[in-house]
């Protein structure tokens, strides 16, 4: 199994950017389907990103073109970088793993927190 630490949130203003992290430890992350997700209070968690074992990537309509994930094997990292952040983009952030053949993430980070003030 594979253990993920986020990092890299932080409070920005609107306009702003921010990198998040994934550290993964225990397996290599070029093992798994990785994703980003996002849930603000009172919502309902929603993918946000999500690189495949080829690399290819699929991002929410809402942060096309702002936001873009990549993965470093060699450091057995997975990134987001956030540009151009809104007030909307507020919500924990967390990073996923999804075993090759299974329909569902079960590696779970434990979050890290991105508030865009306006």
Known sequence: ???????G????????SLRLSCAASGNSLSLY????FRQAPGKGREAV???AFGGSTNYADSVKGRFTTSQDNAKNTLYLQMN???PEDTAMYFCAARRKGYAV???WGQGTQVTVSS
Do not use: F, R
């Open 1 to 7: 199994q594979v253990q993920l630490v986020e990092s």
């Open 9 to 16: 949130g932080g409070s920005v203003q609107a306009g702003g």
């Open 33 to 36: 389907y990785m994703g980003w």
């Open 49 to 51: 990103a999500t690189i």
């Open 84 to 86: 151009s952040l809104k």
């Open 105 to 107: 993430y079960d590696y």
